[in-house]
């Protein structure tokens, strides 16, 4: 079956440096690909998303790749914020029975610090 | 729009007892579903529903039931709420016909003695 693998966490970074979570995947055909974000004590919001190969889903100064060769969809952003710091899932979903089911990984916990 | 809300934000419970989880979305979408957050294992999906009067199990559905009357309301039902069942519990919605977003609920922390 499907499914999704992220680095485990805690991530603690100073603020301005460079950040990747890696996410990779295993699913048949050719599923989307989503990062959310879950900041403390809400619930999730999509963060970004890429529905076919070679597809790069950016907002907010992050960005992910769809990489079908190497199943893969890195989070990456260039300079992180304390403002930055939440739980982020790497998940991919696929139309089955009329609606899209997700298929999360566990999380990676973010900590940015002045 | 109020998008996803659920009620309550958090509730105790004992071994045994019953309640429900409410759900409610006002955009009008068809698709919905529930998922449990655990520590280490991310969100697994509970029930789902792709409209009024349908719905189907997800990975984890044991121990749980759903019904649809409405567009609107998704509510999970625990029968004989268990210590297994200690979670935080999130609904979401999308409009369904394909790979749309999905729209997350705040979340509902349930802890059962």
Redesign the interface.
Same mark, same amino acid.
């Given at each position: 079956g499907d499914s999704v693998t992220q680095m485990e966490g805690p991530v603690t970074l100073s603020e301005e440096a460079f950040l990747t979570i890696n996410c990779t995947y295993t699913a048949t055909g050719y599923p989307s690909l989503f990062w959310y974000v879950q900041y403390p004590g809400e619930g999730l919001q999509l963060l970004l998303k890429a529905t076919k190969a070679d597809d790069k889903g950016s907002n907010k100064g992050f960005e992910a790749t769809y990489r079908k060769e190497t199943t893969s969809f890195h989070l990456e952003k260039g300079s992180v914020q304390v403002s930055d710091s939440a739980v982020y899932f790497c998940a991919l979903s696929r139309v089955a029975g009329g609606g899209n089911k997700l298929t999360f990984g566990t999380g990676t916990q973010l900590k940015v610090e002045l | 729009n109020a998008g !996803?809300t659920q009620t309550p934000k958090f509730q105790v419970l004992k071994t045994g007892q019953s309640m429900t989880l409410q759900c409610a979305q006002d955009m009008n979408h +068809?698709?919905m &579903?529930w998922?449990r957050q655990d520590p *280490?294992? @991310?969100?697994?999906?509970i029930h789902?529903s !792709? @409209?009024a009067g349908?719905t189907?199990q @997800?990975e984890v559905p044991n121990g749980y039931n759903v019904s649809r009357s409405t567009t609107e309301d998704f509510p999970l039902r625990l029968l004989s709420a268990a210590p297994s069942q200690t979670s935080v519990y999130?609904c979401?919605s &999308?409009s369904?016909q *394909?790979? +749309?977003?999905?729209?997350? @609920?705040?979340?509902t922390r349930l802890l059962v003695l």
């Open positions: - | !996803v +068809e698709y &579903s998922y *280490g294992m @991310g969100l697994r999906l789902y !792709v @409209g349908i189907d @997800g999130f979401a &999308s369904g *394909g790979l +749309e977003t999905q729209y997350f @609920g705040p979340g």
